[in-house]
């Protein structure tokens, strides 16, 4: 079957413009984590979503980053005011139950700001 | 906090060679999980090889298998009759009970030379 999708692809922006980032879960999957990996931090998660339970925001570097997942399926992660530091890959996974269940990831949006 | 280490930011291995990539991580849990992913130049994260801790018998993937040492906190993942394809960034991760996201090693850089 399809697996974890995410759009664009590539997203070059200017510093101040807000982006939004998109990820496709696997059909089914109950659990979503957003991570990012940059040059100076490698792999960091940002934020976990899990069925219609509130998200787990710790990631979440600063409050310029938010995150909605709408019927349980689509993400979408919305950088405001974007700065120069948020340049990375941004990685979507999703696990068909969340807690210790495998992560299926996507290809990933590399976010360019300049 | 968890933390995941990679010693090796570089390595290499001759093709049809065993290689062997070192990881350690810290934690005072009793259940998780610890994986390797695999990041071709494609970006998707490709899952390798899990290991449940409370599994004393190492886990084998084919020509992959680890050497999961639990009281050394140690995991290392043996790549046996390394092929081209094989050239990646390696990355070990861990998913803790109590938490609900990858905790991710820096990485490793592997490179299969012909």
């Known amino acids: 079957g399809a697996g974890v999708s995410q759009s664009p692809s590539n997203k070059v922006t200017e510093k101040g413009k807000d982006v939004e980032l998109r990820c496709d879960p696997i059909s089914g999957h109950t659990a979503l984590y957003w991570y990012r990996q940059s040059l100076g931090q490698g792999l960091e998660f940002l934020i976990y979503f899990q069925g219609n339970s509130a998200p787990d925001k710790s990631g979440l570097p600063s409050d310029r980053f938010s995150a909605e997942r709408t019927g349980g399926s689509v993400s979408t992660l919305t950088i405001q005011r974007t700065q120069q530091e948020d340049s990375a890959v941004y990685l979507c996974?999703?696990?068909?139950?969340?807690?210790?269940?495998?992560?299926?990831f996507g290809p990933g949006t590399r976010l360019t700001v300049t | 906090a968890q933390t995941v280490t990679q010693s090796q930011p570089e390595m290499s291995v001759q093709e049809a060679e065993t290689v062997t990539l070192s990881c350690t991580y810290d934690?005072?849990?009793?259940?998780?999980?610890l994986f390797w992913y695999k990041q071709p130049p494609s970006r998707q994260m490709i899952l390798v090889i899990r290991q449940e801790a409370y599994k004393q018998q190492n886990a084998t993937e084919n020509r992959f298998s680890v050497n999961f040492q639990k009281a050394a906190k140690s995991f290392s993942l043996k790549i046996s009759d390394s092929q081209l394809g094989d050239t990646a960034m390696y990355f070990c991760?861990?998913?803790?009970?109590?938490?609900?996201?990858?905790?991710f090693g820096g990485g490793t850089r592997l490179m299969v030379k012909p």
């Open positions: 934690t005072s849990e009793n259940n998780y999980y």
């Open positions: 991760a861990s998913l803790f009970n109590a938490g609900n996201m990858l905790t």
């Open positions: 996974a999703s696990s068909l139950t969340g807690g210790l269940g495998e992560q299926y």
